[in-house]
Structure formats: structure tokens, C-alpha cells
């Protein structure tokens, strides 16, 4: 395998490659074939990619006084942006895409030796004759200022070499190119001319005889992808060090579920391992820069400077590891104070300001909150790029961004990723002297979504590759996967601000269907000499599309198509197959005595419910996470209905002087409560929000209205106490409970109350039981005499008490009904002290999905 390098790295010589992986790959096996030589040390070889060769050659031969200042491909983007905007006033264009298919163009009409005059006379439309002026601008821009694109760079090593002032050596060899442009050509006789012996690796490859060869045919591009990691499979097992590549068509579409798929034909069960396996599989397609975890929380902290961040930003910076991990048990409950407030845009300070009024948390649990308030109110309005990454960096670094853990290899890499790309940003000097911190951010966000990283690693046992990655390389046993007619030939790839006419008379890529389809035969041929076995598959549906064998593979001599060994899900073939393990009994222990219950009533209530969830939610502390939603949830119209209420009657009147409120007091009552209630909310909330509860609290003024009358219409009564607290024990379970309200009746006996928003709910069901145990709970532990029980639904649709007992209309009778209602409760109460984590098949899926994942609750209802 790769028998021509050895010849190739001799003396003098240089190794051109058609990309960096290539180049990377290839000093790797140099490094292993010279220790299998028995080598110690040997001089390192010069093996590069070919644009890559031509940045050193003119950084190397230079001189310093007239070299050129070379700008990133970020920064030609950026140029490019310049110079369209000049020309085109749309204000709905994207400029910044428009740019970059500039670039792509400009670059592409330099590899094929294209005079920008020749773009001019063939431009035929607007969009054609705009690109040629724009083009024309862009490089006059570039010679004015001194600078050097990729393109000018590649002249220039031309040129260098033309005047003998290029490196030394005797032999060039390319490797991995399946096309060569004019450009590269020009670069080839230079090297000829200066009499450089210029080979070719492919023709320097030894014949193996002829290759082993076979056609696969899946039943869906599922199956395709775990078959092709069961082969895999196979080939390591035969033999374990063979260099195994499986190529995916249009990788970069899905690139983690082929990755995934794959391994779970190479390794089934890897789910479940204790070790971690992701290793097994070289995938690669990169990912963007800002779609990993570490570079998104550092963009989101800058971006917090600039701009409020909704709820749901913050909670994630709240929660993050990559934030300065002390005190995370604190920061999570901050997160749920936040996820409390309705959403909106929030600044740092103002986040400080809801979760720490009195400035009590000085320690480092809201430190970068502090430092990123801070840093906020002391921005400058303009300032170089330079030194906004500077201050960027110092900030990250008071956050305690990436984190105080020790960093993992990948994270390692991708954190020194983003630090050369805030080296990129602070040369953007280059372009534009000074920038706001809104036009810096952009351009921070705008580079790290174009920038496509992967973290080296160690070698993997399968490499998944697309087409033109694999370039190159050679491997043991290679599998091509997706040869259908639908994706091979690849579609052409045209460019759509040059005519037909002059990409057709400069034979530029794809310019005619002929010339698709035969780099495509190009390529196929490359892959097929590149193992000495080689699979060649293909789905035979996607989707809801049927698919058929591309017809290039024809010329392959193939054979027939033998059906694809698709191992299937793994977790299929351990279903229903476990024999059942009677466990030693592992019981809950009792309730100690030293021991919170939380809930109160509500955790008595869900014991009647479902036994599991009251021992989560009540003994194991398990708290509901509120969905963080836009306008007022649920959740927060409840709270601030129950505290309206509570503001009402905080004075504790009798039916008598409610009664003797007149429209103007008892307005004035209202208002207050109102106010009262939403005084936290106005106060911390923004412009939107706070035009939101401007019409909630009309609503709620106008509920409490009805509300009074309600109680006026009652029998006599008087308020003796609004969310009072009491504390007793039931069976052994002590319990905290906050009541919503306690009337007292002529006699002195009590009228429970439990306020309830949203859907009316019903005290009884149809068998005469309480459906909500709560309120015989608050009458059990309040141990008087009561008078009537009720339940005050309050929802838009109007106010109405659902109510039993003798203070009300039906005069039911309590005496006889409580004890034995007293007696289920002490028998629940029971059931949590002893430990009771009982599953009830009655509850629904719905009802049973926020526990599901403790409960496995489907998977009991599977084994009914």
C-alpha cells in the first residue's frame, strides 16, 4: 500500500496533494513504513497540500519589503460584500450568500485561467454583467491595497518558480487529483521548465492483480448503511489491521446519522457498552464551528453583549459546564427561578436584578453574570477589531469560559479552533479600521457557521468518507455505498454568474453534461483501483422514491446483485428474548423521622392518584420543569390569580363588610390587589410583556368582580385567614400545608376553600367521593370542626363554588361523610410512610409521560 511513496519522498523531491487529509494521511504511513524499515529517525518528507505549498513558497521567497499582505478567505468574502454593495441597492438581497457564490466564482474562473475581460464580453444578463464590473472592482481593490487572495497567492508561487527563486529539488509527484486545472498545469510546466521531473502517484501504483469485486443491493438506505458496518465488521475480523473505508454519496447531507447507522451494523449493541465506542468510526464531514456545544456558549455570552437574551439562552449559560463550574447546584436553581418569569429579552443586569434583588449572592454562583453586566455598561461605541477580541477574550476568561474541567482532545482542539478564529476576526483590520460592537458580532457569528471543523483523533478501525475525500487513498477493502442513478453522476454544478457560452469555450467544470459525466467516470475509476476489494451497493427505495443501479457501475463487470446482509436494529434481536430475573425484594425505606415531605396535600392527593409519583415528586424532591413560553403560561396566570385573591382578603373582612363595600371601595380593592399581585412581574418585565399583563390584569380585576359578588350572595360568613399555614401529622407523616383560604361560619366551624384556575374542577365524582383528597387533608390537619369544603374555579369563563357541607345551598351534612374520608387519608398517609412506589396501569400515556423514564411505564403496559 502506497508502494509509490517511498520513491517519491526520495532526496530532493516534493509531494503535492489534492487536499490536506491526503497530505496528512500520507506523512502518517512515511512515519510507519520508515519504522518498519527499521528507521529511528529520517528527515521529515515535504508532502503538502498543493495551495497549501504555494502560501509557504511565497512566505518563504518573499521579499518583506514588497510582499504582499495575504487576506483569509473570510476576508475576500467580506471584500466581496464591499465591492457588491456598491453596485446593487436591493435591500432585501442576502449580500452576505451573494458574496460568498462571488468568491467561489471569482476563484473558480483563476483556476481556469479565465481573463475577467472574457467574463465581461460573454456576460449576457444583469446578474452576469453586474458579477463581471464587481469582479473587476474586487481586483483593483486587491492591487491598490497590496493584498494577496488564494488565487494571487498560486500566481505568485508561479512566477517565483518561472524566476528560479522556488525551493530546491529534483521530482514532483501529485497525488489525489482527479481533475487538473489550467492553473495547476501552468504550475506543472513551471516546474517542468525549471527541470523538476513532475510525476503522477497514480501511474506510479503498482498493479495488484485483478481486484476482488461485488455488487450490493439493500431494501432502504437504512439498511444499506448497517450492512455496509456488518462488512466492515467481517473485514476486521479477517483481518484486524486492514484500513477499511466505506464511501457515502453526498456525505455532508447527514453525515451523524450515517455515522450512526453504520455502527450499528459494525458494533450492535454499542449503545450499551460501558466503553466509550465513538472512536470505532472516522466520519470525515466536519461540522460547523458554532454548532459545537463550547463555541455556541461562548458566542452566546458575546452575543449577550450586544443584544438581550430570551429566557431559554440564559437558562442553557445557567446550566453550562463551559461556564465556571463552581456553585452549578446554585446556578440550577436559578435556572428555575428564571424559567418562573414568563420569556422575554433579558440583559445581564436585569437577570441580576430578578434573581438577586438584594445583592446577597456576592460569591462566584452569579459571577459571570456579574462580570458580563459589568463589561455591558462599559462598551465603547467603536473600536478596532483587535481590541474587541481582546476584550472578548478577557471576558471569556472572567466567566471561567471553557470550564475548570481538564479538557478532553477534541475539546481541546476545538477550543484552539476558536481561538484562530478570533485571530481571523482581529485582522479584519484589514478591511475595515473600526467596527460597533453589533457589525463585530456579526462577523464573529457569520465566520464561525462558515468554518467547517473536525477534531483529529486517534485512528479509526472504519473510515467513512464522501467521493472526493477519499482521494488518494488507498485502503484494504473499500465499500461504496448510494450507487444510484439518482445520485451517480453527481448533478452538475454549474456557475449560475457566468454564462454557458464562456464556461463551455474555457471547458470549465460542468459547464456541458458530457463533462459531468466524465469526471464522474473519473472518479468511480479512481475509487475502484483504490482497494484490492471493493463492494459497490445501492438502496433500492429512500423514502417513498424507488431507486435502480447507477449505470456507470456497467463498466465495473460487477456480476450479479446479491441482496445486502442488513443485521437490523440491534435492540430487535434481544427483544422478548431475556429470561425473567426474580430480584431479591429491594424495598423503599419507611419515612425516617427526620424527614421533609414536599407537595403537602398535593403529594397526599397523588398517592390516591399514582403511588410512584407522589414518592418522586414528595420524598425524592423531583420538581417539575415549566416550559419557558412566550405571553403568560398557564402556570403564571394561576399564581397571579392566587395572589390577586390573596390581596383581597388579606384584611380578613366579614360577608358583612364585603357587603358594605360600595362600586367606588370595592374598585379600589381590586385595583390594589391587582397591582399587589403584579407588581414582581412589571417590574422586571419588558415593553412586550408589559402590554401583555396591561390586558391580564383587566382580566383578573373583572374575575375578582365576580368573585365578590359570589361571596356576597353566600351564607353568612367571615374570613378568618388567606393562605394560611398550618402544620400537623398524619399517621406518622408530618405534613406543612398552605392554605388558599378559612371562612368561618355563624357557629365558628370552618369553610375550606381551594382556589382553582383554568378548566373547572369537580369536588366530587359521581360515586359521592372527594375526586381532590386536598381539602379533607387541610380539615384532617386543621382539626375543628367543619363546616363545608369548597372548591372556587375561577377561568374566563366565570366564577362558581363547587361545594359541600351544611354552609352551603345542599346543606350536606359533614359528619358522617369525614370520618370515613379521614380514613382513606390516613391510609394513604400510610402508604407514603411505608414506603409505597406502587404504578398505576389506570393513568393514561399522557398522564404518565413526565415519569415515564423512571416508571418505564410503557414498558409495563407491554408486559399486561
Request: aromatic share 8%; net charge negative; hydrophobic share 45%.
Given at each position: 500500500?502506497?508502494?509509490?511513496?517511498?520513491?517519491?519522498?526520495?532526496?530532493?523531491?516534493?509531494?503535492?496533494?489534492?487536499?490536506?487529509?491526503?497530505?496528512?494521511?500520507?506523512?502518517?504511513?512515511?512515519?510507519?513504513?520508515?519504522?518498519?524499515?527499521?528507521?529511528?529517525?529520517?528527515?521529515?518528507?515535504?508532502?503538502?497540500?498543493?495551495?497549501?505549498?504555494?502560501?509557504?513558497?511565497v512566505?518563504?521567497?518573499?521579499?518583506?519589503?514588497?510582499?504582499?499582505?495575504?487576506?483569509?478567505?473570510?476576508?475576500?468574502?467580506?471584500?466581496?460584500?464591499?465591492?457588491?454593495?456598491?453596485?446593487?441597492?436591493?435591500?432585501?438581497?442576502?449580500?452576505?450568500?451573494?458574496?460568498?457564490v462571488?468568491?467561489?466564482?471569482?476563484?473558480?474562473?483563476?483556476?481556469?485561467c479565465?481573463?475577467?475581460?472574457?467574463?465581461?464580453?460573454?456576460?449576457?444578463?444583469?446578474?452576469?454583467?453586474?458579477?463581471?464590473?464587481?469582479?473587476?472592482?474586487?481586483?483593483?481593490?486587491?492591487?491598490?491595497?497590496?493584498?494577496?487572495?488564494?488565487?494571487?497567492?498560486?500566481?505568485?508561487?508561479?512566477?517565483?518558480?518561472?524566476?528560479?527563486?522556488?525551493?530546491?529539488?529534483?521530482?514532483?509527484?501529485?497525488?489525489?487529483?482527479?481533475?487538473?486545472?489550467?492553473?495547476?498545469?501552468?504550475?506543472?510546466?513551471?516546474?517542468?521548465?525549471?527541470g523538476?521531473?513532475?510525476?503522477?502517484?497514480?501511474?506510479?501504483?503498482?498493479?495488484?492483480g485483478?481486484?476482488?469485486?461485488?455488487?450490493?443491493?439493500?431494501?432502504?438506505?437504512?439498511?444499506?448503511?448497517?450492512?455496509?458496518?456488518?462488512?466492515?465488521?467481517?473485514?476486521?475480523?479477517?483481518?484486524?489491521?486492514?484500513?477499511?473505508?466505506?464511501?457515502?454519496?453526498?456525505?455532508?447531507?447527514?453525515?451523524?446519522?450515517?455515522?450512526?447507522?453504520?455502527?450499528?451494523?459494525?458494533?450492535?449493541?454499542?449503545?450499551?457498552?460501558?466503553?466509550?465506542?465513538?472512536?470505532?468510526?472516522?466520519?470525515?464531514?466536519?461540522?460547523?464551528?458554532n454548532?459545537?456545544?463550547?463555541?455556541?456558549?461562548?458566542?452566546?455570552?458575546?452575543?449577550?453583549?450586544?443584544?438581550?437574551?430570551?429566557?431559554?439562552?440564559?437558562?442553557?449559560?445557567?446550566?453550562?459546564?463551559?461556564?465556571?463550574?463552581?456553585?452549578?447546584?446554585?446556578?440550577?436553581?436559578?435556572?428555575?427561578?428564571?424559567?418562573?418569569?414568563?420569556?422575554?429579552?433579558?440583559?445581564?443586569?436585569?437577570?441580576?436584578?430578578?434573581?438577586?434583588?438584594?445583592?446577597?449572592?456576592?460569591?462566584?454562583?452569579?459571577?459571570?453574570?456579574?462580570?458580563?453586566?459589568?463589561?455591558?455598561?462599559?462598551l465603547?461605541?467603536?473600536?478596532?477589531?483587535?481590541?474587541?477580541?481582546?476584550?472578548?477574550?478577557?471576558?471569556?476568561?472572567?466567566?471561567?469560559?471553557?470550564?475548570t474541567?481538564?479538557?478532553?482532545?477534541?475539546?481541546?482542539?476545538?477550543?484552539?479552533?476558536?481561538?484562530?478564529?478570533?485571530?481571523?476576526?482581529?485582522?479584519?483590520?484589514?478591511?475595515?479600521?473600526?467596527?460597533?460592537?453589533?457589525?463585530?458580532?456579526?462577523?464573529?457569528?457569520?465566520?464561525?457557521?462558515?468554518?467547517?471543523?473536525?477534531?483529529?483523533?486517534?485512528?479509526?478501525?472504519?473510515?467513512?468518507?464522501g467521493?472526493?475525500?477519499?482521494?488518494?487513498?488507498?485502503?484494504?477493502?473499500?465499500?461504496?455505498?448510494?450507487?444510484?442513478?439518482?445520485?451517480?453522476?453527481?448533478?452538475?454544478?454549474?456557475?449560475?454568474?457566468?454564462?454557458?457560452?464562456?464556461?463551455?469555450?474555457?471547458?470549465?467544470?460542468?459547464?456541458?453534461?458530457?463533462?459531468?459525466?466524465?469526471?464522474?467516470?473519473r472518479?468511480?475509476?479512481?475509487?475502484?483501483?483504490?482497494?484490492?476489494?471493493?463492494?459497490f451497493?445501492?438502496?433500492?427505495?429512500?423514502?417513498d422514491?424507488?431507486?435502480?443501479?447507477?449505470?456507470?457501475?456497467?463498466?465495473?463487470?460487477?456480476?450479479e446483485?446479491?441482496?445486502?446482509?442488513?443485521?437490523?436494529?440491534?435492540?430487535?434481536?434481544?427483544?422478548?428474548?431475556?429470561?425473567?430475573?426474580?430480584?431479591?425484594?429491594?424495598?423503599?425505606?419507611?419515612?425516617?423521622?427526620?424527614?421533609?415531605?414536599?407537595?403537602?396535600?398535593?403529594?397526599?392527593?397523588?398517592?390516591?392518584?399514582?403511588?410512584?409519583?407522589?414518592?418522586?415528586?414528595?420524598?425524592?424532591?423531583v420538581?417539575?420543569?415549566?416550559?419557558?413560553?412566550?405571553?403568560?403560561?398557564?402556570?403564571?396566570?394561576?399564581?397571579?390569580?392566587?395572589?390577586?385573591?390573596?390581596?383581597?382578603?388579606?384584611s380578613?373582612?366579614?360577608?358583612?363588610?364585603?357587603q358594605?363595600?360600595?362600586?367606588?371601595?370595592?374598585?379600589?380593592?381590586?385595583?390594589?390587589?391587582?397591582?399587589?399581585?403584579?407588581?414582581?412581574?412589571e417590574?422586571?418585565?419588558?415593553?412586550?410583556?408589559?402590554?401583555?399583563?396591561?390586558?391580564?390584569?383587566?382580566?383578573?380585576?373583572?374575575?375578582?368582580?365576580?368573585?365578590?359578588?359570589?361571596?356576597?350572595?353566600?351564607?353568612?360568613?367571615?374570613?378568618?385567614?388567606?393562605?394560611?399555614?398550618?402544620?400537623?401529622?398524619?399517621?406518622?407523616?408530618?405534613?406543612r400545608?398552605?392554605?388558599?383560604?378559612?371562612?368561618?361560619?355563624?357557629?365558628?366551624?370552618?369553610?375550606?376553600?381551594?382556589?382553582?384556575?383554568?378548566?373547572?374542577?369537580?369536588?366530587?365524582?359521581?360515586?359521592?367521593?372527594?375526586?381532590?383528597?386536598?381539602?379533607?387533608?387541610?380539615?384532617?390537619?386543621?382539626?375543628?370542626?367543619?363546616?363545608?369544603?369548597?372548591?372556587?374555579?375561577?377561568?374566563?369563563?366565570?366564577?362558581?363554588?363547587?361545594?359541600?357541607?351544611?354552609?352551603?345551598?345542599a346543606?350536606?351534612?359533614?359528619?358522617?361523610?369525614?370520618?370515613?374520608?379521614?380514613?382513606?387519608?390516613?391510609?394513604?398517609?400510610?402508604?407514603?410512610?411505608?414506603?409505597?412506589?406502587?404504578?398505576?396501569?389506570?393513568?393514561?400515556?399522557?398522564?404518565?409521560?413526565?415519569?415515564?423514564?423512571?416508571?418505564?411505564?410503557?414498558?409495563?403496559?407491554?408486559?399486561?
Open positions: 500500500m502506497y508502494d509509490w511513496l517511498g520513491t517519491a519522498t526520495d532526496g530532493s523531491s516534493l509531494v503535492l496533494t489534492a487536499n490536506r487529509r491526503l497530505a496528512r494521511t500520507l506523512r502518517t504511513v512515511h512515519a510507519e513504513q520508515q519504522l518498519t524499515a527499521g528507521q529511528l529517525a529520517w528527515q521529515t518528507p515535504d508532502i503538502v497540500a498543493w495551495q497549501d505549498w504555494a502560501r509557504l513558497v512566505e518563504r521567497y518573499s521579499d518583506p519589503g514588497l510582499s504582499r499582505i495575504v487576506i483569509s478567505p473570510y476576508h475576500s468574502k467580506m471584500l466581496w460584500e464591499k465591492c457588491l454593495r456598491r453596485e446593487v441597492s436591493d435591500p432585501l438581497l442576502n449580500f452576505g450568500a451573494l458574496a460568498r462571488a468568491r467561489d466564482t471569482y476563484q473558480r474562473l483563476e483556476e481556469w479565465v481573463p475577467l475581460a472574457e467574463v465581461q464580453r460573454y456576460a449576457r444578463s444583469r446578474d452576469q454583467r453586474v458579477f463581471a464590473t464587481v469582479a473587476k472592482s474586487y481586483r483593483s481593490i486587491l492591487e491598490r491595497e497590496g493584498w494577496a487572495d488564494l488565487p494571487t497567492i498560486i500566481r505568485q508561487a508561479i512566477e517565483f518558480l518561472r524566476d528560479k527563486q522556488g525551493p530546491p529539488m529534483e521530482k514532483v509527484t501529485l497525488a489525489g487529483f482527479d481533475r487538473v486545472s489550467p492553473r495547476l498545469q501552468t504550475l506543472l510546466d513551471a516546474f517542468t521548465e525549471s523538476v521531473q513532475v510525476l503522477h502517484a497514480a501511474e506510479q501504483m503498482q498493479d495488484k485483478r481486484p476482488q469485486r461485488g455488487l450490493s443491493v439493500a431494501e432502504n438506505s437504512d439498511a444499506e448503511f448497517r450492512a455496509a458496518g456488518a462488512w466492515a465488521r467481517q473485514c476486521l475480523i479477517a483481518r484486524p489491521d486492514a484500513r477499511v473505508a466505506i464511501i457515502v454519496s453526498e456525505l455532508e447531507r447527514d453525515a451523524q446519522r450515517c455515522a450512526r447507522l453504520i455502527q450499528e451494523g459494525l458494533l450492535p449493541g454499542w449503545q450499551y457498552s460501558q466503553q466509550d465506542l465513538g472512536g470505532a468510526i472516522n466520519i470525515s464531514y466536519g461540522r460547523k464551528l454548532e459545537y456545544p463550547v463555541i455556541a456558549d461562548a458566542l452566546l455570552v458575546l452575543n449577550w453583549l450586544h443584544r438581550d437574551l430570551p429566557t431559554l439562552d440564559i437558562c442553557r449559560l445557567l446550566r453550562a459546564a463551559t461556564m465556571d463550574e463552581g456553585y452549578a447546584d446554585a446556578r440550577v436553581r436559578h435556572d428555575l427561578a428564571l424559567r418562573q418569569f414568563p420569556e422575554q429579552g433579558w440583559s445581564a443586569a436585569h437577570v441580576l436584578e430578578y434573581l438577586d434583588p438584594a445583592r446577597e449572592n456576592r460569591a462566584a454562583e452569579l459571577r459571570f453574570l456579574r462580570a458580563i453586566a459589568r463589561v455591558s455598561g462599559e465603547p461605541q467603536r473600536q478596532s477589531p483587535g481590541a474587541w477580541v481582546s476584550l472578548f477574550s478577557e471576558l471569556l476568561g472572567e466567566v471561567g469560559w471553557p470550564g474541567s481538564p479538557l478532553g482532545s477534541e475539546q481541546f482542539q476545538t477550543v484552539n479552533r476558536w481561538r484562530e478564529l478570533l485571530n481571523e476576526v482581529a485582522r479584519l483590520e484589514l478591511i475595515t479600521k473600526t467596527m460597533t460592537l453589533g457589525e463585530i458580532i456579526a462577523h464573529l457569528y457569520s465566520l464561525a457557521a462558515e468554518t467547517l471543523f473536525q477534531p483529529e483523533g486517534q485512528d479509526a478501525s472504519v473510515n467513512v468518507l467521493p472526493l475525500e477519499a482521494a488518494g487513498l488507498e485502503f484494504d477493502a473499500i465499500r461504496v455505498t448510494g450507487m444510484t442513478s439518482a445520485n451517480w453522476p453527481p448533478q452538475g454544478n454549474a456557475l449560475p454568474l457566468l454564462s454557458r457560452e464562456l464556461q463551455r469555450n474555457f471547458a470549465m467544470p460542468d459547464a456541458t453534461p458530457a463533462d459531468s459525466l466524465a469526471y464522474a467516470e472518479v468511480l475509476t479512481r475509487l475502484a483501483g483504490s482497494a484490492a476489494t471493493q463492494v451497493s445501492y438502496p433500492q427505495t429512500q423514502g422514491a424507488e431507486l435502480s443501479m447507477s449505470g456507470l457501475l456497467e463498466s465495473l463487470e460487477l456480476g446483485a446479491q441482496a445486502a446482509s442488513d443485521p437490523d436494529w440491534f435492540a430487535k434481536s434481544i427483544a422478548n428474548t431475556a429470561i425473567p430475573e426474580i430480584v431479591v425484594s429491594d424495598p423503599v425505606p419507611r419515612f425516617l423521622t427526620d424527614e421533609s415531605l414536599l407537595g403537602g396535600a398535593s403529594t397526599v392527593q397523588l398517592q390516591f392518584v399514582e403511588p410512584f409519583a407522589a414518592f418522586v415528586t414528595g420524598r425524592l424532591g420538581r417539575r420543569l415549566f416550559p419557558v413560553e412566550p405571553g403568560l403560561p398557564a402556570n403564571i396566570r394561576g399564581s397571579l390569580i392566587h395572589g390577586a385573591l390573596q390581596k383581597l382578603y388579606q380578613c373582612p366579614t360577608q358583612t363588610e364585603i358594605g363595600w360600595d362600586d367606588a371601595v370595592a374598585e379600589q380593592r381590586r385595583q390594589y390587589a391587582v397591582s399587589a399581585a403584579f407588581l414582581k412581574l417590574r422586571h418585565a419588558d415593553a412586550t410583556l408589559v402590554a401583555v399583563l396591561q390586558y391580564e390584569k383587566q382580566r383578573v380585576s373583572e374575575l375578582l368582580k365576580d368573585v365578590i359578588a359570589l361571596d356576597i350572595e353566600r351564607e353568612p360568613f367571615a374570613i378568618t385567614a388567606v393562605e394560611q399555614l398550618l402544620e400537623g401529622t398524619i399517621a406518622e407523616l408530618p405534613l400545608l398552605r392554605v388558599d383560604r378559612i371562612d368561618q361560619d355563624r357557629q365558628g366551624k370552618l369553610i375550606i376553600i381551594d382556589y382553582k384556575s383554568g378548566a373547572p374542577k369537580r369536588l366530587l365524582g359521581a360515586d359521592g367521593l372527594p375526586k381532590d383528597m386536598q381539602l379533607v387533608v387541610y380539615a384532617y390537619v386543621a382539626a375543628r370542626p367543619v363546616a363545608g369544603i369548597a372548591l372556587l374555579n375561577i377561568d374566563a369563563r366565570g366564577v362558581a363554588l363547587d361545594a359541600v357541607g351544611e354552609a352551603f345551598p346543606k350536606t351534612d359533614l359528619s358522617e361523610a369525614l370520618p370515613a374520608w379521614f380514613a382513606a387519608v390516613e391510609k394513604a398517609a400510610n402508604e407514603i410512610v411505608g414506603g409505597d412506589v406502587r404504578i398505576s396501569a389506570l393513568q393514561t400515556v399522557t398522564q404518565a409521560r413526565p415519569l415515564a423514564l423512571l416508571s418505564r411505564f410503557r414498558e409495563l403496559q407491554l408486559e399486561r
